[in-house]
């Protein structure tokens, strides 16, 4: 059964904590995404990766941190210097990035109070 | 940055009518997508249209494209309650290797 599992679907912190959201695909895709999703809008770009061992900024990326050692795995951390980390996050992943379709993970929703 | 801009922000229809919603964005594109969010779950994807396309159908879903007007249109008929949900556009511009997330259209289908 082929997909993107995010973990865990809440999360709750205290402010001044980072905290890992993890992210999985077993579509061997190479490209994936971290967006955050505040209520009534659309998905903001945090990070993003082409493939193995590399990652660029998005449109948001301050306050936030990832990794890519793996091709199936691409964790994000919200850090201490996010200033109102509270929000819905979605994985993605796509074959490529560019002109495809991405599918995306369940979400995770995270509180910081 | 949010290149597209989707239009009504809500829309509510009873159960049988059609759905239309549009979507507008700023710069050149090389195609763009619709995708369906239910309330807190991910996003899924329904149709992707390319730029130098200009109409296409998949099962009940209908989408236009003009790219002199830098417009699209999503058609969803004889809507169903599960067709409740937001849809959103994303927009694949020229030279850009990501996609642009619009604020979405929500849709609320009454029985």
């Known amino acids: 059964d082929g997909g993107i599992t995010q973990s865990p679907k809440y999360l709750f912190r205290k402010e001044g904590q980072n905290v890992t959201l993890s992210c999985e695909q077993n579509?061997?895709?190479?490209?994936m995404y971290w967006y955050r999703q505040d209520p009534g809008q659309g998905l903001r770009l945090i990070y993003y990766?082409?493939?193995?061992?590399?990652?660029q900024k998005g449109d948001i990326a301050e306050g936030y941190s990832v990794s890519r050692e793996k091709k199936e795995s691409f964790p994000l951390t919200v850090t201490s210097a996010q200033k109102n980390p509270t929000a819905f996050y979605l994985c993605?992943?796509?074959?490529?990035?560019?002109?495809?379709?991405?599918?995306f993970g369940p979400g995770t929703r995270l509180t910081v109070t | 940055s949010q290149q597209g801009e989707e239009d009504p922000q809500a829309l509510s229809i009873q159960e049988g009518e059609n759905a239309t919603m549009n979507c507008s964005y700023k710069?050149?594109?090389?195609?763009l997508q619709w995708y369906r969010q239910n309330s807190g779950r991910g996003l899924v994807h329904l149709i992707l249209?390319?730029?130098?396309?200009r109409e296409k159908h998949s099962g009940r879903l209908r989408v236009t494209l003009d790219t002199s007007k830098k417009s699209s249109s999503l058609l969803i008929t004889a809507s169903r309650a599960a067709d409740t949900a937001s849809y959103f556009c994303?927009?694949?511009?020229?030279?850009?290797?990501?996609?642009?997330f619009g604020a979405g259209t929500t849709v609320t289908v009454r029985a």
């Open positions: 993605a992943s796509s074959i490529a990035t560019g002109s495809y379709e991405q599918y």
């Open positions: 579509l061997n895709h190479d490209a």
């Open positions: 990766s082409q493939i193995v061992n590399d990652f």
């Open positions: 710069t050149s594109i090389n195609n």
């Open positions: 249209i390319r730029s130098n396309e």
């Open positions: 994303a927009t694949d511009p020229l030279y850009d290797y990501k996609l642009s």
